[in-house]
């Protein structure tokens, strides 16, 4: 693996700890960041699936570190990938079949 970049004194430049970072991304469907990359900045992210269950995009949210309610976001987060995971599949269709 190669080097990790320490953005700032929060971000997680341990493979181990990346590791099971991403077990957990996987398990919740959520990724989540606080002060990893700005400080202040706490983020969110949920992916958008192709039909094979690829992950081809996200959508994502970042706000201050403050934010008292950035996980309310989720919701809505997930019907945003959901929908435009549905656009990507009609788009799909419709070039396969003209």
Request: no cysteine; charged share 20%.
């Amino acid at each position: 693996m190669a080097a990790l970049t320490q953005h700032t004194p929060f971000t997680n430049s341990d493979p181990r700890v990346l590791r099971r970072q991403l077990a957990e991304v996987r398990r919740t469907g959520v990724a989540r960041s606080a002060q990893e990359h700005r400080l202040g900045a706490s983020s969110l992210a949920v992916p958008v699936f192709s039909d094979g269950d690829n992950v081809v995009a996200a959508v994502a949210v970042i706000a201050p570190l403050t934010s008292p309610r950035i996980t309310e976001s989720v919701p809505p987060m997930r019907a945003a990938a959901a929908a435009i995971a549905e656009g990507l599949r009609r788009q799909r269709l419709a070039d396969e079949h003209p």
